[in-house]
């Protein structure tokens, strides 16, 4: 069975003909011939749907609805009206109803508006369990969104790193989000009260890693991209690695192993590594996963706008989930600033754009957020992004983006 329906409908005939119709679409189905009767099954916890009759006697369906608000507001009813009731339907919409639907309905229309409102409500019940994780559980629940049993491994891998204390290595895809695996790994051992310092491992110099080695010293340091330090910044980190110091974790989206084959990279260096690794799965690899990140995503771009989030329809996540996502959270991430910005979402041009275009295309939202919020005013939001004058009209000039458009009167 997908999901239950409380049907609600004093009709025996009515009840058991639609009750038919929902089990032979693969739905529980519980009914009830009052509202008295279905009373006790209202409930914040019920994680199905309510599909209720408008005229019954005693308490109606817009009891019955109202009710069901009070109990829990995102709990989606669906009436059924009389032929002919349509002043009704539009009241029951303003009321709150997830929808409705005219005696006698046709299966394909009870199905389609039953499948979306199950999905609307699993995705609030997954939200909420996340929710409740995320503010009793440790970092690792916190910080790595995804019910999947592919993101379940990976915060098990991150606990295991982080208890070992040894040095690390997480291997990704481009936009997988190492350098916040790294963190997590960080908050969640023994050194998280000490210093936690991030670095790309590419253009690193020996002087430089010396610095951020000491500045690292009793906590953790990440290097990114660790297979494309020079070979004698690779010789140092063994020398250092030697001598003690922070926890060292390195990032790489390319295959390491390979590369030592090849003579390109440290084998002493990969193999201390490679003791304790964390593999982030890609997002293709848990597309159950995407309705959690898209709506955390929706969320953060929505408080960085400074715009109250918008509600993601059920239609529209199952796009999100049919295409492929080559530039995994880095793109949802982009994705979700998009639709955010009320700019529309066309997947089938997005689904192929490269890491950097979709990197780029994040900037290019993060600007237009910051002139929105300031009204328009380049000055103030230059120096919101931490930017310096210069170098914020470079970029408004790269992207077409003109101040004056966001002026708000």
Not at 113 to 122: S, W, Y
Not at 200 to 214: C, F, N, T
Not at 298 to 320: C, I, K, N, T, Y
Request: some cysteine.
């Amino acid at each position: 069975m997908n999901a239950t329906v409380l049907l609600v409908d004093d009709d025996a005939a009515v009840r058991e003909a639609l009750g038919q119709t929902l089990e032979l679409a693969d739905h529980a189905v519980i009914t009830a011939g009052s509202f008295v009767e279905a009373k006790d099954r209202i409930t914040e916890g019920f994680e199905g749907v309510i599909l209720s009759d408008v005229r019954m006697p005693g308490r109606d369906g817009f009891h019955l609805l109202a009710y069901a608000q009070q109990q829990d507001r995102d709990l989606p009813v669906i009436l059924l009206t009389g032929e002919g009731d349509i002043p009704m339907a539009v009241r029951a919409m303003g009321a709150g109803a997830f929808g409705f639907l005219e005696k006698p309905c046709s299966v394909a229309e009870l199905t389609a508006i039953v499948a979306r409102a199950l999905a609307a409500r699993r995705l609030v019940m997954e939200h909420r369990a996340l929710r409740a994780v995320r503010e009793t559980g440790d970092p690792a629940s916190r910080m790595i969104f995804g019910a999947s049993k592919a993101a379940e491994e990976m915060r098990g891998r991150v606990r295991v790193a982080a208890r070992a204390g040894a040095d690390v290595l997480i291997s990704g895809g481009p936009g997988s989000g190492m350098p916040k695996v790294a963190e997590v790994i960080h908050l969640s051992g023994a050194r998280a009260k000490a210093p936690f310092e991030k670095r790309a491992a590419s253009g690193l110099s020996r002087e430089g890693l010396a610095r951020v080695w000491e500045a690292s010293r009793d906590g953790t340091l990440f290097l990114d991209e660790i297979g494309a330090a020079s070979g004698d910044v690779q010789l140092a980190l063994l020398d250092l690695m030697e001598q003690g110091g922070p926890v060292l974790i390195g990032g790489s989206t390319e295959d390491l192993a390979g590369r030592v084959a090849e003579g390109g990279f440290s084998a002493d260096l990969f193999y201390r590594l490679e003791v304790c690794r964390v593999r982030i799965p890609t997002v293709d690899e848990r597309p159950e996963d995407i309705p959690v990140l898209f709506s955390h995503y929706v969320a953060q771009a929505a408080e960085q706008a400074g715009v109250p989030a918008p509600v993601v329809s059920p239609d529209h996540m199952a796009g999100l989930m049919a295409q492929r996502w080559p530039g995994n959270a880095r793109s949802l991430m982009s994705a979700a600033m998009r639709f955010v910005l009320g700019m529309p979402e066309d997947l089938a041009k997005t689904q192929d754009l490269g890491l950097a275009e979709q990197m780029a295309q994040v900037e290019k939202m993060l600007l237009a957020a910051a002139l929105g919020r300031h009204n328009g005013k380049a000055v103030d939001a230059a120096k919101a992004l931490k930017l310096p004058r210069k170098t914020f009209y470079d970029k408004l000039a790269k992207y077409g983006l003109k101040p004056e458009a966001f002026k708000r009167g």
